[in-house]
C-alpha cells in the first residue's frame, strides 16, 4: 500500500468479493447449495479489516465493488448456479427474484461492516456488470434499485455503478458504443441513487486494434460530454495498455482528460516491484517500472 501511495494515488480500487464453495484461503462467503453464508472469520472479513487499516495508514482510500461480473472470485454466476443450477442465462442475476435477496444480504453485512468508516470512499454495485444481448433497460432496473438499497443501509458514502461506460448507440461502427452488453452509460447516470459515474478502456481487447489512442481520447471526450450534460462526476477507473507505445498513449490519455474536464482517472492496475508479491495480470505498473515516474507526475 505505501508503493501505491508512492505514486501519488490517493484512491484504488478492491475487491469486496470472493464466493467459494468449499473453504480455502480468504473468502467472504461460502455457498452451500443454494444458501450462502457470510464469513466474518479471520479468512473473511477480518482480512478486509487488514485492508481497510492498511489503507488508512496511507492515506489511501478505497473503492469496493460487490460482485464481479465475471468468473473470477465467484461472481456473478455463482449465484446463479447456487440458486437455479448450472447453464441459466446471466440475465438471471439482474432479474431473479431469489438471487436479488441474495445478493441484497451480501451487500448487507458487508456494507454494515463499514458504513462509519471513512477509509471507504465509495460502494460499487459491481465490477464491469454486462448482459449481452439483454434490453438495456434490465441494468438500469437493477441498478436503479440495488443502489437505492446501499444508500438506505450507508448514507455515509458514495455510490457507483461499476461499469465500463457502454453507450447505447445501435448501428454505431464501434462495439463499446453499441449498447450490445446491456448497458447504458448516458440513462444509468441518470439514476438519482448513482453518485458518480464510471469508465473503463482497453482498446486493443475491445477490437481497437489501430488509432487507439486516437479512439481512447474520443472516448474520454464523450464521457466528459455526458458528466457535464448529468452534472455528475465521471472517472475512468480502469484502463490499460501493454503495447510498447504505452507511454505515449498514456500521456496523450492523461492530456485528454485534464484538458476535458473529466473528474479523475485510476489506472489499471497497482502492482509492487517485491518479487513474489501482489497479482499482475500484465498491465501493471509498480515502482520499477520505466513509465512509473510518468504515472507519478501525472498523479501530481
Request: glycine share 10%; charged share 15%; hydrophobic share 35%.
Amino acid at each position: 500500500m505505501t508503493e501505491i501511495a508512492s505514486s501519488g494515488a490517493t484512491v484504488i480500487r478492491t475487491w469486496g468479493f470472493n464466493d467459494v464453495t468449499s473453504p480455502s484461503g480468504t473468502y467472504y462467503q461460502l455457498w452451500t447449495g443454494s444458501t450462502p453464508t457470510v464469513n466474518y472469520g479471520a479468512d473473511g472479513l477480518q482480512k478486509f479489516d487488514q485492508v481497510v487499516a492498511a489503507a488508512k495508514a496511507a492515506n489511501i482510500r478505497l473503492v469496493v465493488p460487490l460482485v464481479n461480473n465475471w468468473g473470477d472470485y465467484g461472481g456473478m454466476d455463482r449465484y446463479i448456479t447456487q440458486i437455479l443450477g448450472s447453464g441459466q442465462a446471466h440475465s438471471n442475476f439482474y432479474t431473479n427474484s431469489a438471487i436479488k435477496t441474495a445478493y441484497k444480504n451480501y451487500v448487507n453485512a458487508f456494507v454494515s461492516r463499514y458504513k462509519n468508516e471513512p477509509t471507504i470512499m465509495s460502494w460499487q454495485l459491481g465490477n464491469e456488470p454486462r448482459c449481452n444481448g439483454c434490453s438495456v433497460s434490465i441494468i438500469t432496473a437493477w441498478a436503479t434499485e440495488m443502489s437505492a438499497y446501499i444508500k438506505s443501509i450507508d448514507s455515509n458514502h458514495l455510490v457507483s455503478l461499476g461499469d465500463e461506460g457502454f453507450f447505447n448507440q445501435p448501428g454505431h461502427s464501434s462495439y463499446p458504443y453499441q449498447g450490445g452488453e446491456g448497458i447504458d452509460f448516458t440513462a444509468n447516470l441518470a439514476i438519482s441513487s448513482l453518485d458518480y459515474g464510471t469508465v473503463h478502456m482497453y482498446v486493443i481487447p475491445w477490437g481497437i486494434t489501430s488509432g487507439y489512442q486516437a479512439w481512447g481520447v474520443q472516448w474520454i471526450k464523450d464521457h466528459a460530454a455526458v458528466q457535464k450534460s448529468a452534472n455528475k462526476p465521471v472517472i475512468i477507473e480502469e484502463y490499460g495498455l501493454t503495447s510498447s507505445d504505452r507511454p505515449t498513449v498514456y500521456q496523450a490519455w492523461w492530456d485528454a482528460i485534464v484538458s476535458s474536464g473529466l473528474s479523475g482517472d485510476q489506472y489499471w492496475q497497482a502492482a509492487t516491484a517485491a518479487s513474489g508479491s501482489g497479482y499482475n495480470d500484465g498491465y501493471g505498473i509498480s515502482s520499477s517500472d520505466s513509465i512509473f515516474s510518468a504515472v507519478k507526475a501525472h498523479s501530481n
